[in-house]
């Protein structure tokens, strides 16, 4: 089953944070994207586990059907939590019912490290990437304010590397490595905003906080939801740190 399930998130992370653009991802609500989109789903699926079973369709059309149902929705950060926890779920129910589909695929002779590293790429994608459209959905009612005075997509680039290193510092064993992260960017942005008014600089402080704890936040569970994956799969002579 967890062979299966690898292959189904990895088609999922690929799918929706790689191949699809933002021209896509903005127009869901028009039937020839969506359309688009569902095919990138089916192929992205139908090559990642080698097989054109029904339960790998299914999960195609119920991805389908769950884009377009959101698009219909305000573009708020509970629409987006809402839609990745159906995702999910309907990508765990589908290995659970139907657990053989990566054994009995084209796949079914690869070698058995193949799963550790689609987990590996699927994960540090997901806290990457899809992080930074969650924190940035999250953000986006506070304004950008803030931000008119950075480095074009200056933030972006910070939220994406202090996530990816969170990815590798947990992997690696090395969770303690966060807190210095956390003390380095409180030491920067402490120097920052030093200049300036009061209550300006309380209403940046507080959006950096907000931004920062959720992109940690986010990371961390990718991060530590990847290694119960890894602790599930076979033996590879890698051990990494339980949760």
């Given at each position: 089953m967890i062979e299966t399930l690898?292959?189904?998130?990895?088609?999922?992370?690929?799918?929706?944070?790689?191949?699809?653009?933002?021209?896509?991802?903005?127009?869901?609500?028009?039937?020839?994207?969506?359309?688009?989109?569902?095919?990138?789903?089916?192929?992205?699926?139908?090559?990642?586990?080698?097989?054109?079973?029904?339960?790998?369709?299914?999960?195609?059309?119920?991805?389908?059907?769950?884009?377009?149902?959101?698009?219909?929705?305000?573009?708020?950060?509970?629409?987006?939590?809402?839609?990745?926890?159906?995702?999910?779920?309907?990508?765990?129910?589908?290995?659970?019912?139907?657990?053989?589909?990566?054994?009995?695929?084209?796949?079914?002779?690869?070698?058995?490290?193949?799963?550790?590293?689609?987990?590996?790429?699927?994960?540090?994608?997901?806290?990457?990437?899809?992080?930074?459209?969650?924190?940035?959905?999250?953000?986006?009612?506070?304004?950008?304010?803030?931000?008119?005075?950075?480095?074009p997509q200056g933030g972006q680039?910070?939220?994406?590397?202090?996530?990816?290193?969170?990815?590798?510092?947990?992997?690696?064993?090395?969770?303690?490595?966060?807190?210095?992260?956390?003390?380095?960017?409180?030491?920067?942005?402490?120097?920052?905003?030093?200049?300036?008014?009061?209550?300006?600089?309380?209403?940046?402080?507080?959006?950096?906080?907000?931004?920062?704890?959720?992109?940690?936040?986010?990371?961390?569970?990718?991060?530590?939801?990847?290694?119960?994956?890894?602790?599930?799969?076979?033996?590879?002579?890698?051990?990494?740190?339980?949760?």
């Amino acid at each position: 089953m967890i062979e299966t399930l690898i292959a189904y998130f990895t088609a999922h992370v690929l799918a929706d944070y790689v191949f699809q653009t933002n021209k896509m991802a903005q127009n869901k609500g028009k039937p020839l994207y969506l359309l688009l989109h569902g095919l990138i789903v089916t192929v992205t699926l139908v090559t990642l586990t080698g097989s054109i079973a029904l339960p790998v369709l299914a999960i195609a059309a119920l991805h389908l059907i769950t884009d377009a149902i959101k698009a219909q929705l305000p573009n708020t950060i509970q629409a987006h939590i809402g839609d990745q926890l159906i995702h999910l779920i309907t990508l765990t129910s589908a290995a659970y019912l139907y657990p053989d589909v990566w054994q009995t695929g084209f796949w079914a002779n690869a070698p058995f490290w193949a799963s550790h590293i689609m987990l590996i790429i699927a994960g540090a994608i997901y806290a990457t990437r899809a992080g930074g459209f969650a924190i940035g959905i999250l953000m986006r009612p506070y304004g950008n304010t803030f931000s008119q005075d950075s480095l074009p997509q200056g933030g972006q680039m910070i939220g994406f590397l202090e996530r990816g290193l969170i990815y590798i510092l947990i992997l690696a064993g090395l969770p303690i490595g966060i807190g210095f992260l956390v003390a380095a960017k409180s030491v920067l942005r402490f120097e920052t905003s030093k200049d300036g008014e009061t209550a300006e600089n309380r209403k940046r402080s507080e959006y950096v906080i907000i931004g920062t704890l959720a992109s940690f936040g986010w990371a961390i569970l990718v991060s530590m939801a990847t290694v119960l994956l890894w602790l599930q799969l076979p033996d590879l002579g890698i051990s990494l740190p339980k949760p």
